[in-house]
């Protein structure tokens, strides 16, 4: 075969468009042709540790043996088949794992194919379940710098910034509240009191806002802003799409909570970061509401890749790997490590307000206010570390760390380090 003399990243400028990325200043995107445990190859053999997990997906590094194996075995098996109508060992084991680790009143599995899409099927359900009981309730409540995904109901349901501005005029009206604190929540729940008789239901990152900048907020306040809603009859959807399998250090958000939510959506993690998955799970109420004689009560939702026996598996590997002992070990260890990173950079004069959840780290540098995303504040400190073979993925100024669970003590210093060696 004839290769034209150009690199992979080359060759990939001419073609292709990458997702939440500046064309005009983005440059040249790094080729990654290996991946193995918690680090990266690129074209011309550089290793990167990767900090952020690919986008929050990894848990276990990359290219698992024990996950590709599984996913062999069921391609040579069944690769996929329709799953109206008909399933599949795969997706019953997966949603039998799942609900035997989520709150126990999460009792039915429905799948589709990312976070995005695990959100649009909670929010039609929640939707079409006052919708089936005859209720007229459209109103959803949502925080104001939450995140859920891009398409455009997830859209709509995330807080109005930048990234939604060019489709304003075309998300229907959410209404939306500040995070919960001691002091404002009696302000919330007189405000919710306004319209709560025409609000579906309530959907929310459960501790860590993430894209929102890894915005971190107590259990207890959520725990009341819950009891609250449940008490107006306002249906609870936890997004756990980036906080779910072990980032906050237990396995779910939920675990931190004494409420049990609704509708919870997954994904990400869900595969371990090897294939596009999405669950959106739900109490029996909700899924009995749909359970009638009426065909028009039927929720008319479904993608052709729906329940993919290759994601399934995927998943029910990651999920195996999740629960061993040496696992969750190192969850345990990776969050202390970075409590006592935190500790350390508590009075640096660069790095304002450290903090951390579990295996989620995060600070702020340069200056906050609403357009800080778009400054690119931390480009330099990204660039520099990237050259160190670092990846990282700050969020405007808000430079974090989500490493996969594999990562070393060693690794961890030395990423610690060199952030401080390059803010100097
Ligand atoms: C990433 C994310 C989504 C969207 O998931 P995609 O798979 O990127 O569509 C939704 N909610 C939260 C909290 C996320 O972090």
């Known amino acids: 075969m004839s290769t034209p003399n150009l690199s992979w990243a080359q060759r990939d400028g001419a073609v292709n468009w990458h997702p939440f990325t500046p064309i005009k200043t983005a440059g040249e995107a790094v080729a990654i042709v290996r991946g193995e445990g918690a680090y990266l190859y690129d074209e011309k053999g550089k290793r990167y540790i990767d900090a952020i997990s690919s986008w929050w997906v990894?848990?276990?590094?990359?290219?698992?043996?024990?996950?590709?194996?599984?996913?062999?075995?069921?391609?040579?098996?069944?690769?996929?088949?329709i799953f109206a109508g008909f399933t599949h060992p795969s997706a019953v084991a997966l949603s039998e794992a799942l609900l035997a680790v989520l709150p126990e009143n999460q009792q039915k599995v429905f799948f589709s194919d990312n976070g995005s899409t695990a959100v649009e099927v909670a929010l039609k359900m929640a939707l079409q379940y006052a919708y089936n009981r005859g209720e007229k309730k459209t109103k959803i409540l949502a925080f104001r710098q939450g995140y859920h995904g891009d398409t455009f109901g997830a859209m709509?349901?995330?807080?109005?910034?930048?990234?939604?501005?060019?489709?304003?005029?075309?998300?229907?009206?959410?209404?939306?509240?500040?995070?919960?604190?001691?002091?404002?929540?009696?302000e919330i729940h007189a405000f919710i009191d306004q319209h709560a008789d025409q609000i579906a239901c309530f959907v929310y990152e459960p501790l860590v806002l993430g894209a929102g900048g890894m915005i971190m907020y107590e259990a207890e306040h959520?725990?009341?802003?819950?009891?609250?809603?449940r008490s107006k009859g306002i249906l609870l959807v936890q997004d756990e799409i980036f906080v779910g399998f072990g980032r906050t250090g237990r396995m779910f958000a939920a675990n931190h909570l004494t409420g049990q939510p609704d509708i919870m959506c997954l994904s990400k993690g869900l595969t371990g970061g090897t294939?596009?998955?999405?669950?959106?799970?739900?109490?029996e109420a909700i899924h009995e509401a749909f359970c009638t004689d009426n065909v028009y009560g039927t929720l008319f939702h479904g993608h052709s890749f729906t329940a993919n026996s290759l994601a399934c598996r995927a998943a029910l590997a990651s999920m195996e790997?999740?629960?061993?002992?040496?696992?969750?070990?190192?969850?345990?260890?990776?969050?202390r490590r970075h409590e006592g990173f935190r500790a350390r950079v508590a009075t640096h004069a660069k790095i304002r307000s450290a903090r951390q959840c579990g295996t989620i780290l995060a600070m702020n540098l340069g200056s906050d206010d609403k357009d800080s995303y778009f400054r690119n504040q931390c480009k330099p400190v990204f660039a520099a570390l990237l050259d160190q073979g670092i990846l990282l993925r700050p969020l405007g100024n808000v430079l974090y760390l989500v490493p996969p669970y594999c990562t070393s003590d060693a690794d961890l210093d030395y990423i610690y380090d060199a952030i401080i060696g390059v803010l100097g």
Not at 58 to 81: D, F, K, M, S
Not at 275 to 283: A, D, E, H, Q, R
Request: charged fraction near 20%.
């Open 58 to 81: 990894n848990l276990h590094g990359h290219a698992h043996p024990y996950i590709a194996e599984q996913v062999y075995e069921q391609l040579r098996t069944l690769e996929h088949v």
């Open 156 to 186: 709509a349901v995330s807080g109005r910034s930048g990234w939604t501005e060019p489709f304003a005029e075309l998300l229907f009206d959410v209404i939306h509240i500040d995070l919960p604190t001691a002091e404002n929540l009696p």
């Open 222 to 229: 959520l725990d009341a802003l819950m009891r609250y809603c």
């Open 275 to 283: 294939m596009p998955l999405g669950v959106t799970t739900c109490t």
């Open 321 to 335: 790997l999740l629960k061993r002992e040496e696992t969750q070990a190192s969850i345990a260890r990776i969050s």
